[in-house]
């Protein structure tokens, strides 16, 4: 289904990329069209920076970057896609749920726990893992869509709210979390005994106010930047069930389309936007959790055991995701597999550091 989607695209997307390596051959530089539907004080914002500042450079000024926040191109992850796919849109940052409608197996990236922190999600985000998903969806785009690399976009998911301390799934029971309108995430606050509901971003402070909704699952720059505790939440839970990936799309025939030295600049300035965006939210939390504590919020950090018993009742989404997730036990597998490289490539420095 996929397929037929995206087949009018292959066309205009090959006469585009066709038209771009005709102009650099005399001389023109090759106009990169990114798009990021947040705004400049975001890290998407931080790491295109990055990226246009490494590629114009290391490339002479063969590559130009042009930068487009917020919804001027593209609103909604189908769409902007969409135009990647079509040659409109040369690259785009998309959320695992903001490509889930086309890619449905990017959501493995919001199982949970099982990254257990930055060291092993970067080190994950740099491997097979990736080149993996990127076969995936090249095949299911008849080859238009690109998975360039994955970064981070505001840190990791914790469970907060309005009513008490969370230590355990069973202080979820009864809680109203906000969630997207994704199975997934519904999935996983329904296993920890807690009531998935559906509430549209813009409407959420309003919704912790008026009690629509108790809790979320959302990063502390999130939290503060939205001010969600002057709408009553007050408790947050370092669970870090999930990491806020950042998937970062391009157009497959304009990177084809380009000579090797130039793919080469591209995929070093998609490496430097990666580290931007893996340092961002690190640097921003500090700040984010001062605030919080500040203005009377209650942090709480689970000890390894609790947090053992929050993976444990957690565990059905795995075998849900496998069951009815289109590529999920492939996806799935591919993960475990560069957790497990990542955690015993990690453990052997440990060794070699501390001795």
């Known amino acids: 289904?996929?397929?037929?989607?995206?087949?009018?695209?292959?066309?205009?997307?090959?006469?585009?990329?066709?038209?771009?390596?005709?102009?650099?051959?005399?001389?023109?530089?090759i106009k990169l069209v990114a798009t990021a539907n947040s705004n400049e004080a975001d890290e998407?914002?931080?790491?295109?920076?990055?990226?246009?500042?490494?590629?114009?450079a290391a490339s002479n000024g063969a590559i130009e970057v042009e930068i487009y926040m917020g919804t001027q191109l593209c609103s909604t992850g189908a769409e902007c896609i969409e135009g990647v796919a079509e040659g409109s849109i040369d690259?785009?940052?998309?959320?695992?749920?903001?490509a889930a409608g086309i890619f449905p197996y990017v959501q493995v990236l919001d199982l949970p726990y099982l990254m257990a922190n930055d060291r092993v999600a970067e080190h994950v985000l740099s491997s097979d893992f990736v080149r993996t998903m990127r076969d995936m969806a090249l095949a299911d785009s008849d080859d238009t869509v690109r998975l360039m690399?994955?970064?981070?976009?505001?840190?990791?998911?914790?469970?907060?709210?309005?009513?008490?301390?969370?230590?355990?799934?069973?202080?979820?029971?009864?809680l109203k979390i906000r969630t997207v309108v994704a199975d997934l995430p519904q999935e996983l606050v329904k296993a920890l005994g807690a009531a998935p509901t559906p509430i549209p971003w813009p409407e959420l402070f309003t919704s912790f106010q008026t009690g629509v909704v108790d809790g979320s699952k959302n990063g502390i720059t999130d939290i503060m930047g939205m001010k969600f505790p002057d709408a009553g939440l007050q408790y947050v839970t370092l669970d870090g069930h999930a990491y806020m990936g950042a998937l970062w799309w391009m157009s497959n025939e304009k990177f084809l389309g380009m000579d090797p030295a130039m793919k080469r600049v591209v995929v070093d300035g998609f490496y430097a936007l990666q580290q931007a965006t893996f340092a961002a939210p690190k640097r921003g939390a500090i700040q984010a959790y001062a605030d919080f504590v500040e203005g009377g919020?209650?942090?709480?950090?689970?000890?390894?055991?609790?947090?053992?018993?929050?993976?444990?009742?957690?565990?059905p989404v795995q075998d849900w995701f496998r069951d009815n997730v289109d590529g999920g036990?492939?996806?799935?597998?591919?993960?475990?597999?560069?957790?497990?490289?990542?955690?015993?490539?990690i453990n052997a420095a440990y060794d070699a550091d501390l001795n």
């Open 1 to 29: 289904m996929l397929k037929h989607l995206f087949a009018a695209a292959t066309l205009a997307a090959t006469s585009l990329t066709g038209g771009a390596a005709l102009a650099a051959s005399h001389g023109d530089p």
């Open 44 to 56: 998407d914002y931080a790491g295109l920076i990055v990226f246009k500042d490494y590629v114009e």
């Open 91 to 98: 690259i785009y940052i998309s959320t695992s749920g903001g």
């Open 149 to 174: 690399t994955i970064g981070n976009t505001g840190g990791w998911r914790n469970f907060a709210n309005t009513k008490r301390r969370i230590t355990s799934p069973a202080d979820m029971d009864g």
């Open 297 to 315: 919020g209650d942090i709480y950090v689970p000890s390894p055991d609790e947090k053992a018993a929050f993976a444990e009742a957690a565990k």
């Open 329 to 345: 036990g492939k996806i799935l597998d591919a993960l475990i597999e560069a957790v497990d490289a990542a955690e015993a490539d």
